[in-house]
């Protein structure tokens, strides 16, 4: 079975740009959320999608946003890029958002530089 | 205060050791709780995941769970070099359709020869 994929792996973008972020989830998965990873602040939640709706969403600027598409991938998008965004983004997918036995698994993350 | 903690280590073990790993958490209605390996330049990796007061066991890994303290632990037994990583502690709470993980920052575990 396929595991979470990210994609891109990597990216390099300037301040002020945008970026878009893609996550497939384990097939048969609904549920999708995205953590941001930083050295000094771990792993921040930014939101979770189930069923194409944002179901719950962390302490983030607007500037962060997300969507999930019936096939249940979802991205996530950053405008306005600030030096402090770059981070690794992680993507996890669960089958549904009731955790009590369904953990999270992890793709492999974005690593986004701000230049 | 911190919603999930834990001491940011480094746990410096022998290999063949047991590594006790500490968790602690504030909100009391905290459902599941979630151990994850990360190994550095890598993602998260599931270890183990608890419900229900006590112990877990999974091969050389046991979680254990007392929701009245609001703490929960990893055991390793036997411990090897190759368990030498980060160890994130998660801890999930669901209301209504929405549901919540928060991670503790980590505890770096070295598992020396």
């Known amino acids: 079975k396929a595991g979470v994929t990210q994609t891109p792996r990597y990216l390099i973008k300037t301040r002020g740009q945008q970026v878009t972020l893609s996550c497939s989830p384990i097939s048969g998965h609904r549920s999708v959320s995205w953590y941001q990873q930083t050295p000094g602040q771990g792993l921040q939640f930014l939101f979770e999608y189930f069923s194409e709706t944002q179901r719950n969403k962390g302490n983030f600027p607007g500037r962060f946003s997300g969507r999930q598409f019936s096939n249940s991938r979802s991205e996530m998008n950053v405008s306005t890029l600030e030096l402090g965004d770059s981070a690794l983004y992680l993507c996890a997918s669960s089958p549904t958002f009731d955790r009590g036995n369904q953990p999270q698994h992890f793709g492999d993350g974005t690593r986004l530089s701000i230049l | 205060q911190k919603e999930v903690e834990q001491n940011s280590g480094p746990l410096s073990v022998p290999e063949g050791a047991i590594a006790s790993l500490n968790c602690t958490y504030s909100d009391r209605g905290s459902q599941s709780f979630f151990w994850y390996r990360q190994y550095s330049g890598k993602s998260p990796e599931l270890i183990m995941f608890i419900y229900s007061n006590g112990d877990k066991e999974d091969g050389r890994f046991t979680a254990q769970l007392n929701k009245a303290s609001q703490y929960v632990s990893l055991l390793i037994r036997d411990s090897q070099p190759s368990d030498s990583a980060t160890y994130l502690c998660?801890?999930?709470?669901?209301?209504?359709?929405?549901?919540?993980?928060?991670f503790g920052t980590g505890t770096r575990l070295q598992v020396t020869l």
């Open positions: 998660a801890v999930n709470k669901r209301t209504g359709t929405a549901s919540k993980l928060t």
